[in-house]
């Protein structure tokens, strides 16, 4: 979508990858929003069916054969490795998008410290996006 088909811009990537994260579903609200940047109100309801559809189908004709391969000893080892080898994916893919998400020094010193602030204390997002905002438009240029 950013790279290879230049449907969006890595900063509108971003800005979907964010709007999907604060609603429920935030890949099928990027997977909408992208649809919507691309081809308007049908994209987005075409780009939504996308998502879901191949995953209902997949389900449908799994589940009836699920169990017997529950039994099979080397699908149990792949599937434990399955979560490990996700977790890397996703490592790797936020290593990739840093770039374009802490584009500076201000930025990358509010990233730090919302981290911080939400492993050391436990506190949850919605106080965090509000005191980013403030300090977003406190500091954004005039």
Same mark, same amino acid.
């Given at each position: #979508?950013?790279?290879?088909?230049?449907?969006l811009?890595?900063?509108?990537?971003?800005?979907?990858?964010?709007?999907?994260q604060?609603?429920p579903?935030?890949?099928v #609200?990027?997977?909408?929003?992208?649809?919507? +940047?691309?081809?308007?109100?049908? $994209?987005?309801?075409v780009s $939504?069916?996308?998502?879901?559809?191949?995953?209902?189908v997949?389900?449908?004709?799994?589940?009836?054969?699920l169990e017997r391969? +529950? +039994?099979?000893?080397w699908?149990?080892?792949?599937l434990?490795?399955?979560?490990?080898?996700?977790?890397? #994916?996703?490592g790797v893919?936020?290593?990739?998008m840093?770039?374009?998400?802490?584009?500076?020094?201000?930025? $990358?010193?509010?990233?730090?410290?919302?981290?911080?602030?939400?492993t050391?204390w436990?506190l949850?997002?919605?106080p965090?996006?509000?005191a $980013?905002?403030?300090v977003?438009?406190?500091l954004?240029? +005039?």
């Amino acid at each position: #979508m950013v790279n290879q088909l230049q449907w969006l811009s890595p900063r509108e990537f971003l800005d979907g990858l964010a709007l999907g994260q604060l609603t429920p579903g935030p890949v099928v #609200m990027l997977a909408a929003f992208v649809g919507y +940047r691309v081809g308007g109100l049908w $994209g987005s309801v075409v780009s $939504g069916a996308a998502i879901f559809l191949p995953s209902f189908v997949l389900m449908l004709s799994v589940v009836p054969v699920l169990e017997r391969v +529950r +039994r099979i000893a080397w699908m149990n080892a792949a599937l434990r490795g399955v979560g490990p080898a996700v977790i890397g #994916m996703i490592g790797v893919a936020l290593l990739q998008m840093l770039p374009q998400a802490v584009p500076d020094l201000v930025t $990358g010193l509010l990233t730090l410290a919302t981290v911080v602030t939400m492993t050391a204390w436990r506190l949850g997002p919605l106080p965090l996006m509000t005191a $980013g905002g403030a300090v977003g438009v406190v500091l954004r240029p +005039r």
